[in-house]
């Protein structure tokens, strides 16, 4: 299990640091449609990448209220937007899992951050970029091309960052992500009635010191489910777990500290969390013949156990 959740693991995109001596750098492209994607600030304001496109480049700065390594950034953070806010359009992006305003304007007010602040909602950005840790950084040319993307401790950020500002530009050639195809398909969801119950591998232990109560209630919704999965064995019972700081040693892990017995699949594309907009960990959603019939993140509540019996009858298939 990934102990120090946010050091640098993953490295989704190579750099080639004896090209910085031309003036154009080899490096990684993204979807197009990514330009167009809107990016609602914390002010009200929305934006565009597309909008910076051939006038300035991008530091995107992605991050959450309970990631430790993302506090040891934020001066450094900070410290780049006071340098080169006027000629790189810098925005600090909060993933918005388990997250809010509340949360968010918390931590702005103690690191003192001055640069733009957007709130992730929908996910669409994250799994854009294909983002699975945090703290994540993604670095646009003045052309929109990706020159830095790196999880973890951003190792030639500040170098390359430099090289942006003084107008250097990335060729690019086409990426595919690692883990394109998903574990998870949605059609499976209509061959019998499904629920789907929402986790991370780490947020029992991660957060046992920072967000107390919500690792208590992760702990509770697990044991709960599998109280519910031995139940109503009629129904597929998934485990959907986020991507973040996650692999599947992670979840074999996971799988045999609560003695799961239902299966438990990476969403490794993000596809799940995205199509039933899952924003809360743990959340459990019972789907009927490819459609959501109910929803809660009070796996424990009695009023779980009502809707879980009426699921279970016959009225629903």
């Known amino acids: ?46 934006v565009t990448l597309g909008q910076f496109k051939g006038t300035k480049p991008v530091y995107l700065k992605f991050w959450a209220s309970y990631c430790q390594p993302c506090f040891k950034q934020m001066p450094h953070l900070q410290q780049i937007y006071q340098k080169y806010g006027d000629k790189v359009q810098v ?17 702005q007010k103690k690191f003192g951050l001055k640069m733009p602040i957007a709130i992730d909602k929908s996910g669409q950005l994250a799994k854009a970029f294909n983002l699975v840790g945090t703290p994540f950084h993604v670095l646009l040319d003045k052309n929109s091309n990706v020159a830095y993307a790196e999880f973890g401790e951003p190792t030639g950020l500040d170098y390359t960052i430099q090289l942006v500002d003084e107008g250097h530009t990335f060729s690019t050639h086409q990426f595919t992500p690692e883990n394109a195809i998903s574990a998870i398909s949605l059609d499976s969801f209509k061959e019998k009635p499904t629920a789907l119950f929402f986790v991370a591998t780490w947020c029992d232990w991660y957060l046992k010191d920072s967000r107390p109560a919500m690792s208590k209630s992760c702990v509770a919704a697990q044991q709960q489910v599998n ?91």
């Not at 699949?265 to 789907?287: E, H, M, Q, R």
Request: proline share 4%; glycine share 4%.
């Open 227 to 317: 109280k519910f999965a031995a139940q109503y064995p009629q129904i597929n019972w998934v485990g959907v777990v986020a991507r973040l700081w996650t692999e599947e040693k992670d979840v074999v892990e996971y799988k045999n500290k609560f003695d799961v017995h239902h299966p438990l699949k990476i969403d490794n594309t993000n596809s799940v969390y995205l199509a039933y907009g899952v924003k809360d960990i743990p959340t459990l959603i019972f789907i009927d013949k490819g459609k959501e019939v109910f929803r809660t993140k009070h796996i424990s509540a009695p009023e779980t156990s009502t809707h879980l019996k009426k699921f279970a009858a016959s009225k629903y298939h």
């Open 91 to 107: 925005i600090a992006v909060n993933l918005g899992l388990n997250d809010n305003e509340k949360s968010v304007a918390l931590i």
């Open 1 to 46: 299990m990934f102990k120090s959740i946010g050091c640098g693991i993953f490295i989704f995109f190579s750099m080639c640091f004896s090209a910085y001596a031309s003036e154009e750098i080899s490096q990684t492209v993204m979807d197009p449609k990514i330009l167009d994607l809107p990016i609602t600030l914390t002010s009200g304001q929305t």
